[in-house]
Protein backbone atom coordinates (compact mmCIF):
# COMPACT_ATOMS: atom_id res chain seq x y z
CA UNK A 1 0.00 0.00 0.00
CA UNK A 2 1.49 3.45 -1.02
CA UNK A 3 2.33 5.58 2.12
CA UNK A 4 -0.33 8.56 0.75
CA UNK A 5 -3.37 5.53 1.28
CA UNK A 6 -1.65 4.51 4.59
CA UNK A 7 -1.94 8.25 5.37
CA UNK A 8 -5.50 8.38 4.56
CA UNK A 9 -6.86 5.36 6.41
CA UNK A 10 -5.26 6.43 9.39
CA UNK A 11 -6.53 10.09 9.04
CA UNK A 12 -10.12 9.54 7.60
CA UNK A 13 -11.72 8.46 10.67
CA UNK A 14 -10.39 11.32 12.47
CA UNK A 15 -11.56 13.72 9.92
CA UNK A 16 -15.06 12.01 9.44
CA UNK A 17 -15.40 12.45 13.36
CA UNK A 18 -15.08 16.17 13.14
CA UNK A 19 -18.25 16.40 10.07
CA UNK A 20 -15.88 16.46 7.42
CA UNK A 21 -14.71 14.96 4.28
CA UNK A 22 -10.93 13.71 3.19
CA UNK A 23 -11.07 14.44 0.16
CA UNK A 24 -7.85 14.06 -0.76
CA UNK A 25 -4.18 12.98 0.41
CA UNK A 26 -0.71 14.39 -1.30
CA UNK A 27 3.10 13.39 -0.25
CA UNK A 28 5.69 15.54 -1.63
CA UNK A 29 9.16 14.52 -0.30
CA UNK A 30 11.89 17.62 -1.42
CA UNK A 31 15.23 16.00 -0.17
CA UNK A 32 15.10 14.47 3.51
CA UNK A 33 11.65 15.93 4.27
CA UNK A 34 7.67 15.46 3.52
CA UNK A 35 5.26 17.93 2.73
CA UNK A 36 1.80 15.83 3.50
CA UNK A 37 -1.27 17.88 2.55
CA UNK A 38 -4.51 16.67 3.43
CA UNK A 39 -7.58 18.38 1.90
CA UNK A 40 -10.04 18.19 3.45
CA UNK A 41 -14.26 20.08 2.59
CA UNK A 42 -17.68 19.99 4.40
CA UNK A 43 -21.14 20.39 3.11
CA UNK A 44 -20.30 23.85 3.32
CA UNK A 45 -16.93 25.93 3.47
CA UNK A 46 -14.81 25.65 5.89
CA UNK A 47 -13.64 28.18 8.16
CA UNK A 48 -10.05 28.99 10.02
CA UNK A 49 -11.32 27.21 12.93
CA UNK A 50 -12.77 24.05 11.50
CA UNK A 51 -9.33 23.60 9.52
CA UNK A 52 -7.24 24.52 12.74
CA UNK A 53 -9.38 21.59 14.50
CA UNK A 54 -9.11 18.94 11.72
CA UNK A 55 -5.34 20.32 10.84
CA UNK A 56 -4.97 18.99 15.54
CA UNK A 57 -6.58 16.02 14.97
CA UNK A 58 -4.65 14.62 12.09
CA UNK A 59 -1.53 16.01 13.58
CA UNK A 60 -1.58 14.08 16.77
CA UNK A 61 -2.45 11.32 14.62
CA UNK A 62 0.78 11.47 12.06
CA UNK A 63 3.38 12.61 14.91
CA UNK A 64 2.64 8.85 16.76
CA UNK A 65 2.41 6.87 13.34
CA UNK A 66 4.75 4.78 12.77
CA UNK A 67 3.85 4.39 8.68
CA UNK A 68 5.95 8.36 8.85
CA UNK A 69 9.41 6.43 9.92
CA UNK A 70 11.94 9.14 10.88
CA UNK A 71 11.55 11.07 8.52
CA UNK A 72 10.16 14.72 9.61
CA UNK A 73 7.70 16.18 7.84
CA UNK A 74 5.35 19.18 7.65
CA UNK A 75 1.51 19.02 7.55
CA UNK A 76 -0.78 21.09 5.97
CA UNK A 77 -4.59 21.03 5.76
CA UNK A 78 -6.61 22.80 3.26
CA UNK A 79 -9.49 23.03 1.58
CA UNK A 80 -10.79 22.29 -2.07
CA UNK A 81 -9.99 25.23 -4.35
CA UNK A 82 -12.48 26.72 -6.39
CA UNK A 83 -10.63 25.66 -9.84
CA UNK A 84 -11.11 21.70 -7.97
CA UNK A 85 -12.94 19.56 -10.40
CA UNK A 86 -16.23 18.56 -9.23
CA UNK A 87 -16.74 14.79 -9.01
CA UNK A 88 -19.55 13.44 -6.32
CA UNK A 89 -22.69 14.66 -6.17
CA UNK A 90 -22.12 16.48 -2.88
CA UNK A 91 -20.08 18.43 -5.00
CA UNK A 92 -22.71 19.46 -6.63
CA UNK A 93 -25.41 19.72 -4.00
CA UNK A 94 -22.40 22.13 -2.27
CA UNK A 95 -22.56 24.69 -5.40
CA UNK A 96 -26.29 24.98 -5.84
CA UNK A 97 -26.99 27.95 -7.60
CA UNK A 98 -23.53 28.52 -8.83
CA UNK A 99 -22.29 29.08 -12.25
CA UNK A 100 -20.74 25.41 -13.88
CA UNK A 101 -19.08 24.29 -17.11
CA UNK A 102 -19.48 20.41 -17.70
CA UNK A 103 -17.90 18.66 -20.57
CA UNK A 104 -19.36 15.85 -20.81
CA UNK A 105 -17.44 12.49 -22.22
CA UNK A 106 -19.22 12.77 -25.95
CA UNK A 107 -16.94 16.42 -25.73
CA UNK A 108 -20.10 18.78 -25.68
CA UNK A 109 -20.20 21.38 -23.48
CA UNK A 110 -22.70 22.95 -21.31
CA UNK A 111 -22.36 25.81 -19.47
CA UNK A 112 -25.20 26.57 -16.72
CA UNK A 113 -26.22 27.04 -13.33
CA UNK A 114 -26.88 24.50 -10.74
CA UNK A 115 -30.22 24.08 -9.83
CA UNK A 116 -30.35 21.10 -8.05
CA UNK A 117 -28.88 17.24 -8.33
CA UNK A 118 -29.28 14.01 -7.44
CA UNK A 119 -26.86 10.96 -6.66
CA UNK A 120 -26.85 10.05 -10.30
CA UNK A 121 -27.59 13.77 -12.23
CA UNK A 122 -27.20 17.43 -12.11
CA UNK A 123 -29.80 20.00 -12.62
CA UNK A 124 -28.90 23.27 -14.57
CA UNK A 125 -30.09 26.16 -16.19
CA UNK A 126 -28.67 27.41 -19.47
CA UNK A 127 -29.45 30.88 -20.83
CA UNK A 128 -28.48 31.44 -24.39
CA UNK A 129 -29.76 34.17 -26.27
CA UNK A 130 -32.42 32.61 -27.98
CA UNK A 131 -33.76 30.81 -24.28
CA UNK A 132 -33.60 29.25 -20.98
CA UNK A 133 -33.64 25.78 -20.73
CA UNK A 134 -33.39 23.13 -17.89
CA UNK A 135 -30.25 20.63 -18.84
CA UNK A 136 -30.34 17.49 -16.60
CA UNK A 137 -26.96 15.79 -17.29
CA UNK A 138 -26.59 12.42 -15.67
CA UNK A 139 -22.96 12.84 -13.83
CA UNK A 140 -21.82 9.15 -15.18
CA UNK A 141 -21.66 11.19 -18.71
CA UNK A 142 -19.61 14.46 -16.89
CA UNK A 143 -15.83 14.27 -18.05
CA UNK A 144 -14.79 17.21 -16.01
CA UNK A 145 -17.25 19.99 -14.24
CA UNK A 146 -16.05 23.41 -12.84
CA UNK A 147 -16.93 25.95 -11.28
CA UNK A 148 -17.13 29.52 -13.38
CA UNK A 149 -15.79 32.33 -11.55
CA UNK A 150 -18.13 35.38 -11.36
CA UNK A 151 -16.97 38.56 -10.77
CA UNK A 152 -20.40 40.78 -12.19
CA UNK A 153 -23.17 38.13 -11.72
CA UNK A 154 -26.53 40.12 -13.40
CA UNK A 155 -28.59 38.97 -10.81
CA UNK A 156 -26.98 40.14 -7.86
CA UNK A 157 -26.17 37.13 -5.82
Same mark, same amino acid.
Given at each position: ?????????????????????????????????????????????????????????????????? &??????? $?? %? #? +????? @?????????????????????????????????????????? &??????? $?? %? #? +????? @?????????????????
Amino acid at each position: MALTDSIAELIEPAVTAQGFYLEEVQLVSPGKHRIVTCIVDGEISLNLDQVTAVSRAISELLDEAP &IMGDTPF $TL %E #V +TSPGV @DRPLTKPRHFAKNVDRLLKITKTDGEVVTGRITSNTESEVVL &IVVSKKE $TT %E #V +TVAIS @DIKRAVVEIEFNRKDGK
